[in-house]
């Protein structure tokens, strides 16, 4: 499925791939799709009981079937799970159905966007802050690795990130690394 039109939006807990997905999908005139939120539907249960009943590889076999759905449909703006470049047949199938960006979050901004945040199992520890450190240890370098292109939400508003995400999706290196 090589280009399928897809815009899918890679990178941590709290970098935005929400927020800006739904603006950028709405700017684009494209349906917008958030992974998370289609697991949860399909599940009838939100992530937090997921993970409770079936553990994170529960989880994460989930993401994949689901992934792999949303990317076998028409172009879509598609927010993608944190975990979700942690298995390689994820990440494959990500490059080949369009534009992949990796939205980078400085460590502070992003622990404010998660402060009152409790629906993530991943985030349930007393150091938030050492989590979150780790995990980007983890994913940052799949993050660029599947990435097309790169994209700092720290900063910008959403209105302003999501401009910027257009514009930057407009230039002709937007379609290679």
């Known amino acids: 499925m090589r ?104 460590p502070a901004t992003q622990l404010a966007r998660l402060a009152g945040d409790t629906g993530r199992p991943l985030l349930a520890t007393p150091d938030r802050a050492r989590r979150l450190a780790d995990l980007q240890a983890i994913r940052g370098p799949l993050y660029r690795a599947v990435a097309h292109r790169l994209f700092d939400s720290s900063a910008l508003s959403p209105d302003a990130a999501v401009a910027a995400l257009a514009n930057l999706l407009a230039t002709p290196e937007a379609s290679c690394k």
Do not use: W
């Open 3 to 106: 280009n399928a039109g897809h815009i899918v939006l890679v990178g941590p807990m709290g970098s935005g791939k929400s927020t800006l997905g739904r603006g950028l999908a709405t700017r684009l005139g494209l349906a917008f799709v958030d992974v998370d939120a289609r697991i949860a539907a399909e599940a009838g249960c939100d992530i937090p009981a997921i993970f409770t009943n079936e553990g994170e590889p529960g989880f994460r076999a989930r993401e994949s079937q689901a992934l792999a759905a949303v990317l076998a449909g028409d172009p879509a703006v598609i927010a993608t799970g944190g975990g979700a470049v942690l298995a390689d047949a994820n990440c494959n199938a990500m490059r080949d159905a369009g534009v992949v960006i990796y939205l980078q979050v400085d």
